[in-house]
């Protein structure tokens, strides 16, 4: 005969998943599901993929433009905490068109804009979805376990010329994050050699190898001002894979801001590419 609940248990809290492009969605659903929470896995289409499926114990597409669809389905399913995860490129607005159609809520959030930042956006989003009673939560409760440390974190320590790029570097990232254009950008020998934009990351690290020819110096900051709920820094396998790409040789990430999806393969990726990664606190 099957056991009857007690009438004082209390069913699992529910937390949506609003999931972008990459790993760390995936990630941040396994670790709220330990922390026992029941995962509603969102997908924003055409970004995400559907790597949240079996760890999501329902799973549902959205498309990226239909903000209207969004609300709604939550509503429906009776959430109230949610967290964002993943990249969604903004370039996909400039070159996906067809398949990126604002819907009226969308269109109204918008035109309500004072400009089309990212932070702009975003915190429009969350300002909404929070109005209607859902908080939305720090992208970095659920990733404590994959923030950046500090040290130096690979066996090569970056040179005495390569730590000056860095500090060189570190406040120019910093500026172009509180200016709301990127958060990483790309020197060699004190000049600059790429500041990401709206292509992203991995696009600006190539692109800044390709002029340094090789030896780069790679730098990746959250912003002055960063509100953890969105577009918090991250780097994965993807961004080792640019990092080789353009023949970089040091990678310099805020400590305790950064988040680095499956660290011990980064890592170890890293030490065979002879990239040295250092995790920074401070300015």
Not at 119 to 141: C, K, P, Q, Y
Not at 264 to 269: K, S
Request: charged fraction near 25%; hydrophobic fraction near 45%; proline fraction near 5%.
């Amino acid at each position: 005969m099957p056991l009857t609940p007690s009438p004082t248990e209390q069913p699992p809290a529910v937390l949506a998943v609003i999931a972008g492009m990459g790993s760390l969605p995936l990630a941040v659903a396994a670790e709220a599901k330990k922390m026992g929470y029941r995962i509603v896995g969102i997908a924003l289409q055409p970004a995400a993929d559907e790597s949240l499926r079996p760890v999501a114990d329902d799973f549902h597409r959205v498309r990226i433009g239909s903000f209207g669809g969004l609300l709604s389905l939550l509503k429906k399913l009776s959430v109230t905490e949610a967290v964002m995860a993943g990249k969604v490129p903004k370039k996909m607005l400039y070159e996906d068109k067809m398949s990126i159609v604002p819907d009226l809520k969308a269109m109204k959030l918008l035109f309500s804009l004072k400009d089309r930042a990212d932070d702009t956006i975003m915190s429009a989003v969350v300002n909404e979805l929070e109005t209607r009673g859902i908080r939305v939560h720090e992208t970095t409760t659920f990733t404590k376990n994959l923030l950046v440390p500090e040290g130096v974190l690979t066996r090569k320590n970056p040179s005495k010329e390569e730590l000056e790029d860095i500090t060189f570097g570190w406040k120019i990232a910093k500026n172009i994050g509180g200016m709301d254009i990127g958060q990483t950008v790309v020197v060699k020998n004190r000049a600059v050699m790429a500041v990401e934009a709206i292509e992203g990351t991995d696009e600006a690290i190539r692109r800044g190898g390709s002029l340094a020819g090789k030896n780069a110096v790679v730098i990746k900051v959250s912003k002055p001002a960063q509100d953890m709920r969105f577009d918090v820094p991250a780097v994965g396998m993807d961004t080792l894979c640019s990092l080789k790409d353009a023949r970089a040789s040091v990678l310099a990430l805020e400590a305790f801001r950064c988040i680095m999806i499956e660290r011990e393969n980064f890592l170890g990726e890293a030490d065979r590419a002879g990239i040295a990664v250092v995790g920074l606190a401070g300015e």
